[in-house]
């Protein structure tokens, strides 16, 4: 009986501090623009990485194949297309000029053709003879890149240009690696004494706020390391900029720079109460709001440290139960827990 209740209070509790599970959102399958096939491309390989099921056949769907090919040879396809926008990430923009409304170039120079055309039913896709001339293209992207990865190596590991930058700074904070991601700011602008705990307290609050202001294409950004700075985002919120770093006795590298580290906390307030975009609830890659963090302060002077968080209040829940196994006591003390006791009352 007593385990009954523990089984009911933990489930009422959990629902009455943390609110009802939200249901994950479907995987996006727009293509009535260009710049919007690419992005359901792009985004459906991250799913595919992620093993999410269907993201394969969205993928699929975005390319206009030559007839007669097995599933396994458009899955192949698919792929080599994803690591072409990968390693070469031509900007999306270019995509949003048509020709005659029928076709879009977003990238088609010196043996490398990307280009989307809309077919029958008004919708967009790779066309045809980018699938058909892809190998070459492939070869061609290859070569174009070699200068690149040269230059790159001369750079910081993990910040060798805008993408890996972005890469390193997305995946460390999603991990809860906050120092790791720290190193992605320029704190130069902080006080030495200051910066390890200001620079994990403010790459959470630039992490929480990118994913409210929207999905990263990986393979929208630059990959060059000698390029000027990059814009991720600006407008009314703030900005997200990032740019190559020189300081002496230390290898360059890309960080996000000291503007806009300078208004992390003014964006954080800003978009805050603005939901995670879903492409990251459907990944499961949302980085921890920095309210629930770590990261989070101490509790007012005063304050029992069983009720200073969510967290905190259920571990003390579940310890009280655990105890009331053999104590009559404690069992009253339970039921009489902040929280669950208005659901027994």
Do not use: H
């Not at 977003?106 to 790779?126: A, C, H, P, R, T």
């Not at 954080?268 to 989070?296: A, M, Y």
């Not at 101490?298 to 655990?322: E, R, V, Y």
């Amino acid at each position: 009986m007593r385990r009954l209740i523990a089984i009911a209070a933990i489930f009422m509790f959990s629902m009455c501090v943390f609110g009802q599970t939200n249901t994950i959102p479907p995987l996006p399958k727009s293509r009535s623009k260009p710049v919007e096939a690419i992005e359901t491309f792009c985004f459906a390989i991250d799913a595919v990485k992620k093993q999410i099921p269907g993201a394969m056949q969205v993928a699929r769907d975005c390319l206009n194949f030559p007839p007669d090919l097995t599933i396994a040879e458009k899955s192949k396809i698919v792929i080599l297309m994803a690591e072409i926008l990968d390693v070469f990430s031509p900007p999306f923009i270019n995509a949003s000029l048509t020709q005659e409304n029928k076709t879009s170039v977003l990238y088609k120079d010196k043996g490398i053709q990307l280009v989307l055309e809309q077919v029958n039913d008004g919708s967009w896709m790779f066309s045809r003879a980018t699938i058909v001339n892809l190998p070459m293209t492939y070869q061609a992207v290859f070569e174009r890149i070699k200068p690149q990865l040269t230059q790159k190596s001369l750079f910081a590991e993990g910040l060798g240009d805008p993408t890996e930058l972005t890469t390193t700074f997305i995946s460390r904070c999603v991990a809860g690696d906050f120092e790791t991601a720290a190193q992605c700011l320029d704190l130069r602008g902080i006080s030495p004494s200051k910066r390890r705990t200001e620079g994990q307290r403010l790459e959470l609050l630039l992490g929480a706020s990118m994913q409210r202001l929207g999905y990263v294409y990986l393979q929208d950004i630059p990959v060059d390391p000698l390029l000027p700075p990059y814009v991720w985002f600006s407008g009314k919120e703030g900005f997200v900029v990032s740019e190559r770093i020189s300081q002496e006795n230390m290898k360059d590298r890309w960080q996000f720079n000291q503007n806009t580290v300078a208004q992390i906390e003014k964006l954080w307030e800003t978009v805050k109460n603005l939901p995670v975009n879903d492409k990251w609830v459907i990944l499961g890659n949302v980085i921890r709001t920095p309210d629930n963090s770590s990261l989070e302060k101490a509790p007012p002077k005063g304050m029992n440290s069983d009720f200073a968080s969510p967290k905190k209040m259920i571990q003390a829940f579940l310890k009280t139960m655990d105890d009331a196994e053999n104590n009559d006591k404690m069992l009253e003390k339970a039921i009489n827990f902040p929280g669950p006791v208005k659901f027994f009352r």
